[in-house]
């Protein structure tokens, strides 16, 4: 009877991960640990200690805000072949139950940014939460411009991260967001792209749904891409430079094979449009990571 119990309990767990949705929290987490080092002044030693503290207060608001998100679309999500089986619309997990969670998370989170860092940093981490639950999700239904506002909460965690370090926003600081904002678009585009009949038939407005041959879509990604090979290299070319050689010449290769995924969709969408999403996925945290060590 204990071994079963047990058992349960830990299913129970493995339930509640799920909600957290791990891979999408840990980007946000790697994202604002890259932020609080990229901010960290030439010559000065890095705290850390500070940086955990950093990414596990953002971890739980990071929860916060990806189990909220389920419990509002779970009903839309069980239309949806590739989140049907989450565990709220399986009944895994009752939504009112992950409401609270998720409630728990954020109260935690926000305490604890609060108590270890400037109290800029946690409006910007409550402000991540706002955005991403109470608009974007709503917005998803609404409008297919939510890629758009959904590119916020995305690239906040990084000039969390930045404030978490300096306790102001400045220009430099600004540049590491602009970097995910504009990254997320054309990422986000191909994703329209491959689950189109998905959202379809959940009603979310996303842009391929007014996008019959996929022309429209490929030229987004074409455009959001060269937009993001221009401000990938501002932190190079601004006066003074914030990033050496060695983030400049790994993010040119990183650049130029993104663009050749991208111009590879004019000759085929469907065949080549996967590729450009794992390329773009993989670009992120190749850029962040040459920028961390760029200041390490």
């Known amino acids: 009877?204990?071994?079963?119990?047990?058992?349960?309990?830990?299913?129970?767990?493995?339930?509640?991960?799920?909600?957290?949705?791990?891979?999408?929290?840990?980007?946000?987490?790697?994202?604002?640990?890259?932020?609080?080092?990229?901010a960290v002044y030439?010559?000065?030693?890095i705290n850390w200690e500070l940086v955990t503290h950093l990414v596990i207060a953002l971890g739980f608001v990071g929860a916060a805000s990806n189990i909220m998100n389920?419990?509002?679309?779970?009903?839309?999500?069980?239309?949806?072949?590739?989140?049907?089986?989450?565990?709220?619309?399986?009944?895994?997990?009752?939504?009112?139950?992950?409401?609270?969670?998720?409630?728990?998370?954020l109260v935690i989170g926000l305490a604890y940014l609060y108590y270890k860092f400037h109290p800029l940093v946690t409006f910007l981490a409550l402000l991540t939460?706002?955005?991403?639950?109470?608009?974007?999700?709503p917005m998803k239904t609404k409008s297919s411009l939510n890629t758009i506002v959904g590119a916020l909460p995305g690239a906040l965690p990084a000039l969390t991260g930045w404030v978490a370090y300096r306790q102001n926003m400045d220009f430099h600081g600004f540049t590491l967001f602009a970097i995910i904002?504009?990254?997320?678009?054309?990422?986000?585009?191909?994703?329209?792209?491959?689950?189109?009949?998905?959202?379809?038939?959940?009603?979310?407005?996303?842009?391929?749904?007014?996008?019959?041959?996929?022309?429209?879509a490929v030229m987004l990604i074409l455009l959001g891409t060269i937009s993001?090979?221009?401000?990938?290299?501002?932190?190079s070319i601004m006066n003074p430079p914030h990033t050496g050689?060695?983030?400049?010449?790994?993010?040119?290769?990183?650049?130029?094979?993104?663009?050749?995924?991208?111009?590879?969709?004019?000759?085929?969408?469907?065949?080549y449009m996967k590729l450009y999403f794992y390329g773009s996925i993989t670009w992120l945290p190749f850029v962040l990571t040459l920028m961390m060590l760029d200041r390490v």
């Open 245 to 271: 050689v060695f983030y400049f010449i790994g993010t040119f290769m990183a650049n130029a094979l993104l663009l050749v995924t991208a111009l590879l969709l004019f000759k085929d969408r469907n065949k």
């Open 42 to 45: 030439a010559g000065h030693r």
């Open 70 to 105: 389920q419990v509002l679309e779970h009903k839309l999500d069980s239309l949806m072949e590739r989140t049907s089986g989450r565990p709220i619309p399986t009944g895994r997990v009752d939504a009112i139950e992950a409401s609270i969670l998720g409630m728990v998370c």
């Open 181 to 216: 904002f504009v990254w997320q678009l054309p990422h986000f585009f191909s994703i329209a792209w491959i689950y189109k009949e998905d959202y379809k038939r959940a009603g979310y407005k996303m842009i391929s749904l007014y996008d019959d041959t996929g022309k429209q």
């Open 129 to 137: 939460f706002v955005s991403y639950v109470c608009v974007y999700t």
């Open 228 to 235: 993001l090979i221009a401000v990938s290299f501002l932190p």
């Open 1 to 38: 009877m204990l071994a079963q119990t047990a058992d349960e309990n830990m299913k129970k767990v493995g339930y509640y991960i799920e909600l957290v949705k791990p891979r999408l929290t840990a980007m946000a987490l790697f994202s604002g640990a890259v932020g609080y080092v990229a």
